[in-house]
């Protein structure tokens, strides 16, 4: 996907009534003192065996992340396999972006405590060179992207696409309703982490803006982010709102429908950009029924996937005024989960391989042929 110049959590949010959801300290998070630990570059390559390559466990557009391992209660460096897995973000040294996005993270991760966040636990700045690090909680499922997207990996039920849905909302929904509005600005499906439980915390604050103040309804910016999440108004303007980041949250709850990437250049022509595609057939039920992941194998009740659908129209509504806030959004996600209706008896879909060129005719739409083409992010 390409950029452009841009602890387990109780998932069940009925407590939550309307008025109670814009009160943020409610949705279990706080605005905290900062606790950081200072690392030394030497304490990292302790932790992570020099940085050895069967460490890593990916990259990103920051640089490379390691798995590391470190005493749970002094933060001290110790041998694989003892102590505490961490998550080690190493920057690219020839990254121009490195140095602000580094400190974005330690900004707003450094600041913020909530179950829906990835917790930040140290950083590290080693000078001589030119390289940043970030310490985290090690999230043992990592992303969501790698259980939607990646071959060979269990598909998830709805059941648990539905908890990581409602999870990643109740994190955005604090961040939108803390003392300092924040707008996320970089909401997709790699940058929902997972415990081992499968519940949902948003990781990778490098892009995250404060959002407007003094009765302004949004701030202009640069554009940055990901094509395919990004909302029109941002690309189109620059014009960052708080609910640019509830369009991104449709494209996340479009891919966990469909079990289809929000641009795939590989799909057949006119289905690369997944909205274009998939947008007239969300109204229509015979329709949406050919859109559906198959791997999930009928098990989604046609009212929720009815449901779902009219959410997530409402979250790419085009005008950010006509989409809805996040905690309407989380409302919405609680009262479909609480749906208990039997799904459906429908004859068995074809294989998802079969339908990744699922030839929906009337769903057609022409695609921009935007793809996934990277550009450099800069600020």
Request: net charge positive; glycine share 8%.
């Amino acid at each position: 996907m390409g950029n452009f110049c841009a602890t387990p959590v109780d998932n069940d949010h009925s407590q939550y009534s309307s008025a109670k959801l814009r009160r943020p300290e409610l949705l279990n998070g706080e605005i905290v003192t900062p606790k950081l630990r200072k690392f030394k570059l030497e304490e990292l390559r302790e932790a992570t065996g020099n940085f050895e390559p069967a460490a890593v466990l990916g990259d990103g557009g920051f640089g490379t992340v390691f798995k590391g391992w470190i005493d749970e209660n002094t933060f001290e460096p110790s041998k694989a396999g003892v102590g505490m897995p961490v998550a080690i973000k190493k920057s690219n040294p020839n990254s121009p972006q490195g140095l602000k996005e580094w400190q974005a993270e330690i900004n707003f991760l450094g600041k913020f405590s909530h179950p829906n966040l990835v917790k930040l636990l140290g950083y590290c700045r080693a000078r001589e060179e030119n390289q940043f690090f970030l310490v985290y909680e090690f999230m043992e499922k990592g992303s969501l992207e790698s259980h939607l997207f990646r071959r060979g990996v269990e598909p998830l039920p709805w059941e648990i696409r539905l908890k990581i849905a409602m999870g990643a909302a109740q994190g955005l929904a604090f961040l939108h309703t803390s003392e300092k509005s924040v707008i996320y600005r970089d909401f997709k499906a790699s940058n929902i982490l997972l415990d081992q439980s499968y519940n949902a915390k948003l990781s990778d604050f490098g892009l995250a803006k404060m959002g407007p103040i003094n009765g302004k309804s949004h701030v202009t910016t640069q554009c940055m982010g990901t094509y395919g999440y990004a909302a029109p108004e941002y690309i189109s303007t620059g014009h960052l709102y708080i609910k640019s980041d509830v369009y991104g949250f449709g494209i996340v709850l479009l891919e966990l429908l469909t079990g289809m990437r929000a641009l795939d250049t590989s799909r057949p022509s006119g289905q690369h950009n997944l909205v274009l595609w998939a947008k007239p057939c969300l109204s229509q039920k015979k329709r949406l029924k050919k859109i559906m992941d198959p791997r999930l194998q009928n098990k989604v009740p046609a009212r929720v996937g009815t449901k779902v659908a009219e959410l997530i129209l409402k979250c790419i509504e085009n005008e950010p005024k006509n989409r809805p806030s996040m905690e309407e959004v989380l409302e919405s996600l609680q009262t479909i989960s609480a749906m208990k209706t039997k799904p459906s008896e429908t004859r068995p879909i074809a294989s998802h391989q079969n339908l990744q060129g699922r030839h929906c005719s009337p769903c057609q739409s022409r695609d921009g042929g935007s793809g996934t083409t990277a550009i450099a992010r800069t600020r």
